[in-house]
C-alpha cells in the first residue's frame, strides 16, 4: 500500500488551520462544567458548541446520550475528513496513514458487534466513517453474520491476513483479544512500513519517534492488563512490532513482575514523561489510572513534538490525539451521568492536559 | 548580492564583452530581492490563509504578518537610487 503523492506538502496551510482548531477544543473548564450537568443540560450545551450540526442533525432519529455520542463521532469523523481534504504531497499520505487507526477502530468494533448478536444498523451507527475503508465494505462487514465472515470480507485489506492467524486463538479461547490484536498490530506495522528509513533529527524522524512511543505504551498497557487479568496468556503473542522499550523476550519476562516493569519503564526514556503514571501505579495501585497517565504523557509528547517542529506532521497527530481525546473525555461524562456515576470517578475517567 | 553579480558578470561577458553596467546590476539586486519576498510570501500567506479560514479575528494579524517581507524589497529597491 504504498501512495507516494508528488509535489510539496504544504504544512504552512495545515498547521496553522489545525492549530486553530486545536485552540478550539474543550479546555478544563469545560470539562468541569459538564462533568456537574444532568443529561439534558449536556445535550443542550453540545448544540452550543462545535457539536452543534451534528447535533441537530441527528436530532430525529436520536435521543439522550446515543445522541451525544453519535454526534461525537460524526464531528469526528467530519474533522478528520476535513485534514485529508487540505493536505498534499507527502503529508497527506502520513495523515491518510495515520487515519486508519479509524479503520482499525471500526474492524474491532463490526467484531465485537458481531461477536456479540448486535443488529447490522447497530453496528453502522457506531462505525466513525473515515480512514481508507469504503462505505460500501464498512457496510457489507458490519452486515456479516459470523466473525469468519467478517473476517473475509476484510481478506483484501492490511487487516485480512493477520486476522485469518488469530482466528485460530479466537477458536480455542473464544476471547477477542487475539482478533483486536491482531488489527492493532496489522494498523501498527504497515505505518511504520510507510515510513521507511529517515535522516535522524528531520521531521519524519519525530515522526517515527512519536509512533515508537505509541507503540511502546500500548505494549506496555497491553502488558500490565494480561499481568493483572491473571488469564494464562502469553503476553509475546500479544507483541506489537515497533517499539523500542522492549523487544518480545524481555516483554514475556517483564510482564509477570509489575514491579520489575515499572523499574524498567523508569529506567528508560520515557521515564521523565511516565513519572506521573508509575506514580499512580505504584500509589493507587488502580490500572485505570495508569492508563489515564499513559494517554495523557502520550499527548503531552506530541505537543512537545509538535512545538519544536512547527513545519512537520507532528501538529497535525497532536491535533488527531487531542480531538480524540475530547470526543473520548464527553462521551465518558455523558456515559457516566447517565449511569449516574458521581462526578469523582467521572473526573477519573478523564484525562486532561 | 556581490557574488551574484560576479557571476552574472561572467555569464555575460562572452556576448557583451563588458560587465553588467552598474545599473544592470542594481536591478539584478532589486530582481532577486523580489524572488526572496515572494518565497517567503508564499509560505506566510499560506498560513495566514489558514488561520483566517478558521477564525475571522486572524485577518489584520494575517496580512500585516503576511506584509512583512515586503520590507526586503522596498529596501532592495533603494540600490536603484544609490548608482
Known sequence: MKVRTEGSSNYEYVTARVRSRKKKLFDEDDYRKLVRMGQGEIARFMEETEYGTEMNALGTRHSGVDLVEYALNRNLAKHFDDLLTWAEGPLYDYVANYLRKFDAWNVKTVIRGVYTDAAPEDIETDLIRTGEFSERRLDRAAEAGSIEDVTEQLSPTIFGDPLDAAMGDFESEDVLVPLENAVDRAYYAHLLDELGRTVPNSPEALYGEFLEAEIDFRNLRNALRIARSGADIDPADYYIEGGQLFDREELREVATNVDELVERVRASTYGAELSRALEELEAADSLIRFERALEAALLEYSSKLSNRYPLSVCPVISYILAKEREVRNVRAIARGREAGLPVEEIEEELVMT | ?83
Open chain 2, 1 to 83: 548580492m556581490l557574488e551574484t553579480t560576479d557571476i552574472a558578470a561572467v555569464a555575460l561577458q562572452e556576448s557583451g564583452g563588458s560587465a553588467v553596467s552598474k545599473e544592470g546590476a542594481a536591478a539584478l539586486a532589486v530582481g532577486l530581492g523580489a524572488l526572496g519576498t515572494g518565497y517567503a510570501q508564499s509560505r506566510i500567506g499560506a498560513a495566514a490563509v489558514g488561520a483566517v479560514a478558521e477564525d475571522d479575528e486572524m485577518f489584520v494579524t494575517g496580512l500585516i504578518f503576511t506584509a512583512l517581507p515586503e520590507t526586503l524589497i522596498i529596501i532592495a529597491f533603494v540600490t536603484i537610487f544609490l548608482v
